[in-house]
């Protein structure tokens, strides 16, 4: 389905002016969305990671470790695939009102690609540079977004979600240095075409969804204060979205 398609079916969560925003400028931010019950259950499973954590003492296929990670003061950068770990990620994602909400911008057919629980640990956590997803994953469509939420308050301190408005509409970015190596990122000589001036940094209360197109630049500065920062990011597409590597 196209956006245009997509606009004229009835929203079941969101308004559509927050649709046509999303479509537009290729993110959205809807504040306070995701009930208490649903974070109760989320942290819960979230603190039973960390715990696990403490028996690590170098990054594996599930836990990437921060420097300074101990049993005593655990520092977690992410736990891949969270919903293969703990069954409440994934009931969040298939039977909380979320799926609503990604129905109103990638039509009735929902698909799921990945997930991740990524941290910003407190004092320290690391920035992500400005980057594109599609050069991770691409799909045979753009209609594939990543769904982040805050599971607590998330302020700017804390180094949020930062995006380009606009960007999914343009160039996709090499991600490789000039040896041809991956880094992930986009590469220094490219970043004077990067607006990062008109970035906006979506904060916002627990429970908050951040949704952003794949095709869009974004990052996040390093959290430098005394909280914090789990975010759950479940990457999902419309069911014509088809992923392939090259």
Not at 66 to 74: F, M, N, V
Not at 240 to 246: C, E
């Amino acid at each position: 389905m196209t956006p245009e398609d997509i606009l004229k079916v009835p929203a079941k969560v969101l308004s559509q002016e927050q649709r046509e925003s999303y479509f537009e400028n290729g993110y959205l931010l809807v504040e306070a969305f995701i009930e208490q019950e649903w974070l109760e259950k989320l942290r819960a499973a979230v603190d039973n990671q960390v715990e696990r954590s403490r028996e690590i003492t170098k990054s594996d296929a599930v836990f990437d470790l921060e420097p300074g990670h101990s049993k005593d003061a655990p520092r977690l950068r992410r736990v891949s695939s969270p919903c293969d770990e703990d069954v409440a990620f994934w009931d969040y994602l298939v039977k909380s009102r979320l799926g609503d909400l990604l129905e109103d911008v990638l039509g009735p057919d929902v698909k799921f690609f990945q997930s991740k629980l990524n941290f910003k640990w407190a004092q320290g956590g690391a920035e992500v540079k400005w980057h594109q997803d599609v050069p991770f994953f691409p799909h045979t469509n753009n209609a594939v977004l990543t769904c982040g939420t805050y599971l607590y308050d998330c302020d700017l301190d804390q180094g949020p979600l930062g995006v380009i408005p606009g960007s999914h509409k343009g160039e996709i970015f090499d991600h490789y240095n000039d040896k041809g190596e991956w880094t992930g990122d986009i590469q220094p000589g490219d970043l004077g075409r990067v607006e990062d001036d008109k970035a906006v940094y979506l904060h916002g209360p627990a429970g908050s969804i951040t949704l952003h197109n794949y095709r869009m630049v974004h990052g996040s500065k390093p959290n430098n204060s005394p909280r914090g920062r789990p975010l759950l990011l479940n990457v999902v597409s419309a069911g014509d979205a088809m992923p392939y590597t090259f």
